[in-house]
C-alpha cells in the first residue's frame, strides 16, 4: 500500500496541539535569593514549572540532570562563574541533537554590551533589570514554545529518517531479489536456447538428409511437407539464435571488440546474407555508392549483426516490389550507416513501442508480420555497445530510415 508522508510543519503543528511534548522546565539562576523567589513566584503563577540555582556550576549540574529543563533564565552578573561562562559550558555540554536549551540572559539596566555577548554566545534572547513580569511571562512563554516547535521538528524528523532507512532496506531486499531472479532467468534461457538448439538440429539436419533421399519420389507433396519442417525449423532456430544473443546482450556480459575493418566489407556481407530473401519479396536491396576503402574502427561482428536486424525488419515491413538502400555517411566524428525502406512506416509513437523489447507496433494475434519484436532493441543495445546510437526517422505510408551512428576513429 503506498504511504504518504504528510509535510514536516503540519506535523509539527498538529504535534504541538495534540500536547504531546512533556512540559518544559524553567531553571531560574542568580545569586540574589530574593530575585530568584519572585520570579519562581511569578512563573509558577502561571502554572510554569520552575527549579532555582544560586550560583552557576549548581545551575549546570542541575541542567545535565535534568532532562526536561528547557529554558534557563540567568543573571549575569555573578560572583564567581558569570552567567555567560555558565551559558556556554550549558550549551556545549548538551547533544544538539536530543535536546534544546533556550537561554534568557538577565543584564543591568546599561547592559547592552552584555546582551550582545549574550547572543554572540548563543543565547536566545535578553531581559533587562529592573524585570517586568510581563516581559519576563513573554519570554519564557515564547521559548518554552520553540524548545516545543524544535522537539516536535526533532522527533518528525527522527520519523522520517526511520521511514527512510526502512525503505531503503526494502528497496534493496527487493533489488537483491531480482537480481537473483535475473539471474535465473538469464541461467535459465541460456540452458533452455542450448538444449532446445540440439534436437533442433537433428530436426532441420534429417530434414533435409529426407529430402536428399526421397528426391525423385512420386509423391510431390512428400517433398512439399518437408519444405515446411525445413522452412519452419530454420525459422525456429533464427528465434532462439535471436532470443540467446539477446538476453546475453541485455545481461551485459558482453563487451565491444573493437578492431579496424572495411565498411563495404559489412556491407556486401550483409547484402549476400538477405538477397535471397528480399528476392521471395521481389526486394531489391541496393547499395548506396561506397568509398571502397572507407574503414571505421568497432567490433565487426556487433555492427554486422545490428544491420541485419535494420534489414530484416526493412524486408519484413515493405511491400513486395520495393526498393531498400543501404548506404553510409559521415562527418569529422561520426559514421552513420543507414538502411532505408519504402515500407508501411511508423508514426512518432509506434517508434517509441518498436523501441522497447519485445514489442511490436502491431502487436494483435492476427498481426501481418511474424517475429518476436527483439531486433530493434538488439540492435540498439549493440550500437550502444560499440559506443555510438541507433536513430530512426519514419514516416507511415512512405518508409522508414534506421540510422546507426558511431563515432569515428
Ligand atoms: N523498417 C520498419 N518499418 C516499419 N516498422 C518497423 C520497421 N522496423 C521495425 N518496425 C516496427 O518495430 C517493431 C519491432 O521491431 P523488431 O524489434 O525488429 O521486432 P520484430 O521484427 O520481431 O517485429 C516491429 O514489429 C515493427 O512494428
Ligand atoms: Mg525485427
Keep these: 500500500m503506498e504511504q504518504v508522508l504528510e509535510s514536516p510543519t503540519n506535523n509539527i503543528k498538529e504535534f504541538v496541539a495534540s500536547g504531546l511534548v512533556s512540559n518544559t522546565k524553567v531553571l531560574i539562576v542568580d545569586d540574589e535569593p530574593d530575585i530568584v523567589e519572585e520570579v519562581v513566584e511569578q512563573l509558577e503563577d502561571e502554572g510554569i514549572e520552575c527549579l532555582s540555582a544560586h550560583n552557576a556550576q549548581n545551575a549546570i549540574d542541575i541542567v545535565s540532570a535534568d ?26 555540554g548538551i547533544d544538539n541533537k536530543e535536546r534544546d536549551l533556550f537561554v534568557i540572559v538577565v543584564t543591568g539596566h546599561a547592559g547592552m554590551k552584555e546582551a550582545v555577548e549574550a547572543l554572540q554566545i548563543g543565547a536566545e534572547d535578553f531581559l533587562t533589570k529592573p524585570l517586568s513580569s510581563d516581559h519576563l511571562l513573554h519570554s519564557v512563554r515564547r521559548a518554552g514554545e520553540m524548545v516545543h516547535l524544535r522537539q516536535g521538528e526533532r522527533n518528525f524528523n527522527k520519523r522520517l529518517e526511520a521511514e527512510v532507512d526502512l525503505k531503503t532496506a526494502e528497496l534493496k531486499q527487493a533489488m537483491q531479489k531480482l537480481n537473483t531472479a535475473n539471474h535465473i532467468k538469464d541461467q535459465f534461457m541460456s540452458t533452455m536456447g542450448h538444449e532446445l538448439r540440439t534436437p533442433l538440429n537433428a530436426i532441420n539436419g534429417f530434414a533435409g538428409f529426407l529430402q536428399d533421399k526421397l528426391k525423385g519420389h512420386h509423391d510431390k507433396s512428400i517433398y512439399e511437407y518437408l519444405d515446411h519442417i525445413i522452412d519452419s525449423g530454420n525459422r525456429l532456430s533464427d528465434t532462439i539464435e535471436n532470443i540467446l544473443e539477446f538476453s546475453e546482450t541485455l545481461s551485459g556480459e558482453r563487451k565491444a571488440r573493437m578492431d579496424e575493418i572495411i565498411l563495404t566489407d559489412v556491407l556486401n556481407n550483409i547484402f549476400g546474407q ?14 548506396d555508392d561506397l568509398d571502397q576503402s572507407q574503414t571505421i574502427i568497432t567490433d565487426h561482428a556487433m555492427l554486422a549483426r545490428a544491420l541485419g536486424c535494420l534489414v530484416d525488419n526493412a524486408i519484413k515491413f515493405s511491400p513486395d516490389g520495393t526498393e531498400i538502400i543501404i548506404g553510409t555517411k559521415s562527418n569529422d566524428d561520426t559514421v552513420v550507416i543507414f538502411v532505408t525502406d519504402h515500407g508501411c512506416g511508423m508514426s512518432s509513437d509506434d517508434i517509441v513501442i518498436a523501441k522497447k523489447p519485445l514489442m511490436q507496433v502491431d502487436g494483435s494475434l492476427t498481426r501481418k508480420s511474424e517475429g518476436s519484436g527483439i531486433g530493434l532493441s538488439l540492435a540498439i543495445m549493440l550500437a550502444e555497445l560499440q559506443g555510438g546510437n541507433l536513430e530512426i526517422d519514419s ?11 558511431l563515432p569515428q576513429g
Excluded at 67 to 90: C, F, K, N, S, W
Excluded at 274 to 287: G, H, P, Q, T, V
Excluded at 395 to 405: A, E, L
Design 395 to 405: 514516416t507511415p505510408g512512405v518508409g522508414t530510415t534506421v540510422s546507426i551512428n
Design 274 to 287: 538477405y538477397a535471397a530473401m528480399a528476392k521471395e519479396k521481389n526486394i531489391s536491396i541496393r547499395i
Design 67 to 92: 532532562p526536561e529543563i528547557g529554558v534557563v533564565v540567568t543573571d549575569i552578573r555573578m560572583p564567581g562563574m558569570d552567567g555567560l561562562e555558565m551559558a556556554r559550558q550549558m550549551k556545549a
